[in-house]
């Protein structure tokens, strides 16, 4: 698809810390751990989460990341877009220096479709769905 690869990680973490839930803080060794994101990576992308205030960050001993914002509340575009993904900012798929809708390349109509269907998937699908329709699946989070 058209993630990169701090969005797919960046949706790995946040996946992992919402099914971890709320009773303690996460520490990052931890969910790097649990979600095969590399600790420096996770760093990065946490500190991101942080700064758009949907994770807070507790230090000291106990200490981790610990949800600042309710499953329900939180979407895929909003991580995306936390981390740093733009879908309109992606280049053509035809490779052509410019592919808008004024002046489309062969595969605008077709990727047009793509990015809509993915637009009302990410703007619509929130972390508790996630939470939700993961819950039948092995829980790797909580062994």
């Not at 949800?67 to 052509?96: H, K, Y």
Request: charged share 30%.
């Amino acid at each position: 698809m058209f993630l990169n690869q701090t969005s797919h990680y960046a949706l790995r973490a946040m996946t992992g810390l919402v099914r971890a839930g709320n009773s303690k803080p996460v520490k990052s060794g931890e969910l790097a751990e649990k979600t095969d994101v590399p600790s420096h990576y996770l760093s990065k992308i946490m500190r991101k989460m942080v700064e758009a205030g949907y994770v807070r960050s507790q230090k000291g001993h106990g200490g981790g990341f610990v949800m600042n914002i309710a499953p329900e509340d939180l979407r895929i575009i909003d991580v995306l877009t936390a981390s740093g993904f733009d879908i309109d900012e992606q280049p053509c798929v035809f490779g052509w220096e410019m592919c808008r809708n004024e002046d489309p390349c062969p595969l605008h109509p077709v990727w047009k479709r793509l990015k809509d269907s993915f637009n009302e998937w990410a703007y619509h699908t929130t972390f508790e769905d996630i939470r939700r329709e993961s819950q039948d699946i092995e829980d790797k989070f909580k062994r």
